[in-house]
């Protein structure tokens, strides 16, 4: 791995430290409400909630997707509605535009679901508090390698939110495959178990981020695989992370940030 800076106030820890410290933040997280529970999957500790999450769906054919045309208008239909699980089907659509992903919403994509952005410079979704999505590959409008430009580029997802969770999804030629950050702090946010490819940044993380896991990723033939810029406290573990011009890269105060990677 390639990186800007030095691994000062990076840990390199057991399992049986990190474990027990994510352990703690994920019940400080949940605290004595609803139905959350914690679920140890693997070596990972992921909050859940149903009484958020009902089990109502929508598809997106039902607001009238069709399959190789642009779901636009059809994914923000789907998203305005009571359904709080929107299904995107086994199918290769277009979009033309960004799309916001309320709180308390999540988009399931079946196997196959694929959306490739067709407007250059305009990211895909945006994922506001307690959001949540997974198993749709997200495809740009094309990549070279070079530094991401800005943290406001062509992305797949970007997280402004707290306890927003993207798992099993896949990313490729995009400015960024996955974007978080904010003027306002995040917390609790899980990137796992995604496939990340010929992005200029693989995963970004840019200001303002606490308690959060960016977990089991493949992150392979871009530029940047995790760029982590100004504050952020991160577990970072379990990534794969292979050809790629630079692997992990710190500027600006994340060189003094904390971070635990495993």
């Not at 952005?117 to 409008?141: A, N």
């Not at 402004?160 to 030629?173: I, P, T, W």
């Not at 990137?191 to 992005?199: G, R, S, T």
Request: aromatic content about 8%.
């Amino acid at each position: 791995l390639a990186a800007a800076s030095n691994m000062t106030n990076k840990r390199v820890m057991t399992w049986d430290t990190v474990t027990k410290r994510w352990e703690q933040i994920a019940k400080d997280s949940v605290g004595g409400s609803g139905g959350s529970t914690i679920n140890k999957v693997g070596q990972d500790f992921l909050i859940s909630n149903d009484s958020l999450f009902l089990k109502d769906e929508a598809n997106i054919y039902d607001y009238g997707a069709i399959a190789g045309g642009d779901i636009l208008i059809p994914l923000k239909a789907a998203l305005a509605s009571s359904k709080k699980t929107i299904i995107i089907p086994n199918a290769n659509f277009t979009i033309s535009d960004t799309v916001i992903v309320p709180s308390y919403k999540r988009i399931i994509g079946n196997t196959g679901a694929n959306i490739t952005q067709t407007t250059s410079g305009k990211g895909i979704l945006v994922m506001q508090q307690d959001s949540y999505v997974s198993g749709v590959e997200f495809v740009g409008t094309g990549y070279s390698a070079a530094m991401p430009s800005s943290v406001n580029g062509e992305y797949g997802v970007k997280i402004v939110g707290s306890r927003v969770e993207v798992d099993n999804c896949k990313f490729s030629l995009l400015e960024h495959g996955v974007i978080f950050g904010g003027l306002t702090v995040l917390n609790r946010c899980i990137i796992k178990d995604n496939l990340i490819y010929a992005n200029k940044g693989g995963i970004t993380a840019f200001q303002n981020i606490e308690y959060s896991t960016i977990i089991n990723n493949r992150i392979y033939d871009g530029y940047i695989g995790i760029w982590l810029r100004d504050e952020a406290n991160l577990l970072i573990s379990n990534n794969t992370i292979t050809y790629n011009t630079v692997g992990i890269r710190w500027d600006g105060l994340a060189s003094n940030s904390d971070h635990d990677i495993v």
